[in-house]
């Protein structure tokens, strides 16, 4: 068997880890799918008493999706600019794992006042009979924790060094109307704030602390901590299910989705804003110091952040992308040849 002291010299050590990581996820993600508990398909009853120590309830209920749920409605009234707002230059370098620190400190701004209004707005129409379903402060509140986090980032009286920029109070003073005028359009911005967090926030959290270098003990990033919820995507599911509950005619339901539209929007003027900024700010761009990063020709599919992005969605795409980058990999195919011979030696012993 080759050993990794008799490599050709022209493998890097870099490229020695960065193969090791690549055949570690690899194999991690392939052992997920094939011991993929599924949970996350139960039923909201079964997972809300499977939360509570009771184990599943089997209802015999009819979990399957309708057009006119709100769920799907939001989801494929949204898809659109969803993906725009994914591919602003701000959200395309995060992924990246290209960026500025003071802009990271101006985004956690942005979004305190956001999730203040928010949260303020909810709490006072937390007993509207469209929105109390959807209370869930202690799973799902954010704005102290964002205090904790600029509080790291800009010290004890950071109140006095931070102030909500015109594209933020833009997005306020919508949330303040719609709460006082309208509550029933909060479960959009509700949607599409929490779900957005829960959806991706382990990601940007990871590629945040790597790029910035944090703590590992999470300061600065507690915006992306969800202590309460264990698991991510039975959450969601619940959710979901509460909205698709609702007692709205269809006529609301599709205000609700015009009312998300907006909201994303709203999140695309501050990623714009922060973009514009970054141009005016001299300050070194911090990264999370992947060679892989230097051969993409701007393709973002071959990121690594990208690719971890897709590990969260859980497809079998991520799995196919991953393997396929392994094996191109000089490295990587040394690895892969080692590990399959050595499957074989234990196969031909195990036969003898």
């Not at 002291?5 to 690899?26: A, G, K, M, T």
């Not at 497809?315 to 499957?343: D, I, K, N, S």
Request: net charge negative; with cysteine; hydrophobic share 40%.
């Amino acid at each position: 068997m080759t050993s990794i002291s008799s490599w050709p010299p022209n493998i890097h050590q870099s490229s020695v880890q960065l193969s090791f990581c690549l055949i570690r996820d690899l194999l991690s993600v392939g052992l997920l799918q094939i011991l993929k508990i599924s949970r996350e398909d139960l039923l909201p009853d079964q997972m809300e008493a499977a939360a509570n120590g009771r184990g599943p309830v089997h209802d015999g209920k009819d979990d399957a999706l309708s057009p006119e749920d709100l769920s799907e409605m939001l989801a494929a009234g949204t898809k659109e600019i969803h993906e725009k707002a994914e591919n602003t230059q701000f959200v395309k370098d995060f992924l990246r794992g290209r960026i500025r620190k003071e802009l990271f400190k101006r985004g956690a701004v942005a979004l305190y006042y956001t999730y203040s209004a928010m949260e303020e707005e909810i709490e006072r129409n937390k007993d509207h009979p469209h929105f109390a379903p959807l209370y869930f402060p202690v799973e799902l509140h954010r704005h102290e924790a964002l205090a904790r986090d600029l509080q790291y980032f800009y010290g004890p009286d950071w109140q006095s060094q931070v102030s909500c920029s015109q594209a933020t109070q833009r997005y306020v003073d919508r949330i303040q109307q719609v709460g006082q005028e309208d509550p029933v359009l909060l479960v959009a911005h509700a949607y599409t704030r929490y779900m957005g967090d829960l959806s991706g926030g382990q990601v940007l959290k990871k590629v945040a602390q790597r790029a910035l270098k944090l703590p590992p003990t999470g300061e600065g990033l507690e915006f992306y901590q969800f202590d309460a919820i264990h698991s991510a995507k039975a959450f969601k599911q619940l959710y979901r299910s509460r909205m698709n509950e609702l007692d709205l005619d269809l006529d609301t339901k599709k205000r609700l989705v015009d009312e998300a539209v907006k909201a994303f929007l709203f999140n695309m003027e501050v990623f714009d804003e922060l973009e514009e900024i970054g141009k005016s700010i001299q300050e070194e761009v911090l990264d999370a110091g992947m060679e892989v990063h230097g051969g993409m020709g701007g393709d973002i599919s071959k990121c690594p952040y990208y690719a971890a992005k897709m590990a969260a969605s859980g497809g079998m795409a991520y799995f196919c992308q991953l393997a396929m980058a392994v094996l191109r990999h000089p490295t990587g195919q040394v690895l892969f040849a080692t590990w399959f011979a050595a499957l074989a030696g234990l196969a031909a012993w195990y036969l003898m």
